[in-house]
């Protein structure tokens, strides 16, 4: 009997995903940097888990998924939230 060994997990194939439910969750107080790093990081691992000698491509997937459908939506929050603020301090007050 000859027994398999698995091929190893993609280190960052999981942190894409891990990062990727750190942005869903709470990426809005983090300006969105969870969901870029989610995003690039599951780049990098599905280039890794191509050949097949390396695990983890579902993971590296789930975290572009979850990077892509929340950056968006966290960069139009944070653009907003700055440029608020910036034209809120610019305009003046009229004084009664």
Avoid at 26 to 54: M, N, Q, S
Avoid at 59 to 67: F, K, N, P, Q, R
Wanted: charge should be positive; hydrophobic fraction near 50%.
């Amino acid at each position: 009997m000859r027994l398999v060994q698995a091929a190893p997990s993609s280190d960052l194939a999981t942190a894409s995903m891990v990062l990727g439910i750190l942005g869903f969750l709470g990426g809005w107080c983090l300006f969105g940097l969870p969901c870029v790093l989610a995003v690039i990081l599951g780049h990098i691992g599905l280039h890794e888990t191509r050949d097949g000698r390396k695990s983890g491509r579902g993971m590296a997937v789930t975290g572009l998924i979850l990077g892509y459908v929340f950056v968006g939506p966290m960069i139009a929050l944070t653009v907003l939230i700055f440029f608020g603020g910036v034209i809120g301090a610019a305009t003046p007050t009229p004084n009664p």
